[in-house]
């Protein structure tokens, strides 16, 4: 007679999961026993992690680089609770993370008793869903539910909080379940009508400066592919957002950069100008759009693709067109329906206003004024000897916002960020979560300093398991981009954001049994890369950047895309 | 009549959690609730659950989240004609413990997982 952990562990094995990212303690002992036969069969890999919200993150990282969900597991009361921040940021960039935590004994329940917390409580608000099990019969259908919802629709992490008892509890007869049963749960229709991509197409092909704002819809359903085609075949750029950027190989000719609040400026202006915008899979928030007025001022013409209706529905604003549909889907139709139609597009002039914008404001990215590193120069470094299909991560900060304008993503899916909810600490342990998903790649995270210090014990689990990735830290020795923001927009009071000089981070990296490189030019930075990459084992290149670099173009808060910064106080002028 | 307005919740109940999902909706978008009632429909958990929520410029949001909550099957925005009543329970000692509102309603709009009805 199989024990609920038993069935835990055989139903996510039979929903082919290869990797658990997690920590034990006495509520999911249960379930690291039994694990262990799975261990030894090397059916599952059990990656150790240093703190729960390291392990949710490196579950989310898993997900991204794979597409299929990733897995984390904590014990009861501090051990769950150290996955919110984690799963909030799978939630908030609709990553499908399973996470399975124990909970005290029932019988103890409601008596503040030992390492219990309200895990359902605390959870359903930054969870897509949260089961607590009832019985130890129902565990392998609602491990097939967490699955299928953290999966389907709008993808997110589920939660499945275990009472240790219900773990221990033999079950007579189990039942597998074929398909899961969820009550109160429906994946959106793509009910896709083809007057609308035909409506939407004419729109298209009549417009004279159309764009396509690709979202994570694009990423999400692997859609990259087909927006390169319908780009190329009505000539029309590019712009996307954080996450989107992810999704668009950026030697595209056509492809602007990310747009919105630190946004490239060409993307921003591009937008503004464009009569026509194609928006894929992306629900344009505050940092894609900062102020509506930007729509509501202009006549554009909006047509939106999202799978979830939803969404669309939020929209202060008029949408000409919309489409209900996997981006992938409506996609392949809209080219169908450009080809049927067979016309041709020349938009000569539009496009050579992209380009005209793209080179304008190059004069204000690419300046080396021999003041330290430039993080510009830094990523063109790094990208240079990097293979294509490099997958990087990164933090929050000016470093983030610099990697979203200046690295070159040149394969989808091998760019990494916390872009919805904006976490700190991401980085490492989603590197780590890419790294065992996609063993065969290069994973590198490029960091700040104060994003790495809030999960760097991580990087001890690199060592342990042989996860080889390697960490650029723009070491700035400050939480630059709050910094900068105070600088900026609170007159220059600057507050609560420098650190000392500690720690060392080459020291810090061997500690760990990683190699470590402090570097000083753009050559050492070469070598440290090669060195790391020949090597395979963890390494951390501790890259100085001035404490007053910005993170530019910027906006001020609240800004309209037209309020674009490129250059300010002297800095890129 | 009653002046705010009326939504009407349809789900399966797992657990209580469920009713936590469908006042925090609210709550997090600063709604406050005037008066909510709920009740089960079926055996197999089907619940339904009405609330009388103050109007706000973020009611369309929260019925559009509270529509792709999982368990919800469906969300109705009620419209209240004249005729609503109260019920009250002064059984204990007279005085009065229970008032419920029965809005006599129609319903206006409703949403599920994205599709539109009504
Ligand atoms: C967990 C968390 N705490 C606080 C913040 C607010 N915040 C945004 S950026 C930032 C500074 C990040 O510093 P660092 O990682 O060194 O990056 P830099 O801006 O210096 O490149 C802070 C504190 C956040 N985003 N996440
Ligand atoms: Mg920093």
Partial sequence: ?573 | MFRGRIVRVVCYYRDASLLEMIISTFRKLLIDIDWVYGRKVSDDGLYEVVLGVRDSRNFKTAVLDLSNTVNVEVVEVLGDSEGGNYITNESINGNEVVKIYIPKTDIKECYSWGEVCG
Avoid at chain 1, 87 to 107: E, K
Avoid at chain 1, 506 to 514: D, H, N, Q, R, Y
């Fill in chain 1, 1 to 573: 007679m199989p024990s609920g952990a038993k069935l835990v562990v055989e139903a996510i094995r039979r929903e082919g999961v290869k990797a658990i990212f997690g920590i034990p303690g006495l509520s999911n002992m249960p379930i690291y026993d039994e694990l262990i036969e799975y261990l030894r069969e090397e059916e599952i890999k059990h990656i150790l992690m240093k703190h729960e919200q390291g392990a949710a993150h490196a579950a989310d990282g898993y997900a991204r680089v794979s597409g299929s969900p990733g897995v984390c597991t904590a014990t009861s009361g501090p051990g769950a609770l150290n996955l919110v921040t984690g799963l909030a940021t799978a939630y908030w960039d609709n990553s499908p993370v399973v996470a399975i935590t124990g909970q005290v004994p029932r019988a103890s329940m409601g008596r503040k008793s030992f390492q219990e917390a309200d895990v359902v409580g605390v959870m359903q608000h930054i969870a897509k869903y949260v089961v607590e099990i009832r019985e130890a019969t129902e565990i392998p259908l609602w491990i097939k539910n967490a699955f299928y919802i953290a999966l389907t629709g709008k993808p997110g992490p589920v939660v499945v909080d275990i009472p240790r008892d219900l773990l221990s509890t033999n079950v007579d007869s189990v039942e597998w379940p074929e398909k899961p049963v969820v009550k109160g749960y429906k994946v959106f229709k793509s009910v896709i009508n083809p007057n609308d991509v035909m409506r939407a197409v004419k729109i298209l092909l009549e417009a004279e400066k159309p764009i396509i704002l690709v979202g994570a819809g694009v990423f999400w359903s692997n859609a990259s592919d087909e927006v390169l085609k319908l780009s190329e075949l009505l000539v029309c750029p590019i712009v996307s957002t954080l996450l989107g950027k992810a999704a668009i190989p950026h030697d595209y000719p056509l492809y602007l950069g990310v747009m919105g609040y630190y946004g490239r400026a060409e993307a921003n202006m591009a937008f503004l100008e464009s009569d026509v915008v194609l928006v894929v899979g992306a629900r344009l928030s505050d940092r894609t759009l900062p102020s509506f007025n930007d729509l509501v001022s202009s006549d554009k013409k909006l047509i939106v693709v999202n799978i979830d209706p939803t969404d669309v529905m939020k929209l202060p604003v008029k949408v000409d067109v919309k489409i209900y549909g996997d981006a992938k889907e409506v996609l392949k139709m809209l080219i169908d329906a450009v080809l049927g139609l067979g016309r041709k597009v020349g938009r000569v002039e539009w496009v050579s206003r992209v380009k005209e914008l793209k080179n304008y404001y190059s004069r204000y990215y690419y300046r080396d004024d021999g003041y330290g590193l430039k993080p510009w120069k830094v990523l063109k470094t790094i990208r240079d000897v990097l293979p294509r299909d490099a997958i990087v991560t990164t933090g929050v900060g000016q470093h983030q916002m610099i990697a979203m304008n200046f690295w070159e993503v040149l394969e989808p899916r091998t760019f990494l960020t916390s872009g919805g909810i904006g976490t700190m600490g991401f980085g490492l342990p989603a590197a780590i979560g890419a790294k065992v998903a996609r063993p065969d790649k290069v994973v590198v995270d490029i960091d700040g300093d104060g994003s790495f210090l809030m999960t760097m014990n991580n990087l001890a689990t690199t060592i342990d398991y042989n996860i080889p990735v390697i960490v650029v830290i723009f070491d700035n020795r400050s939480l630059g981009l709050v910094r900068q923001v105070q600088q900026l927009f609170f007159k220059g009071r600057i507050v609560g954001v420098d650190f000392g000089s500690s720690p060392d981070y080459v020291k810090l990296a061997e500690s760990f049994g990683a190699l470590g490189f402090d570097v000083s030019d753009y050559n050492d930075l070469r070598k440290a890369f090669k060195v790391a990459l020949s090597e395979g084992v963890t390494s951390v290149i501790r890259v100085p950047i001035m404490r007053d670099e910005y993170a530019l173009p910027t906006l001020p808060p609240g800004g309209s895309l037209k309020e674009v910064i490129v250059c300010v106080q002297g800095k890129n002028c």
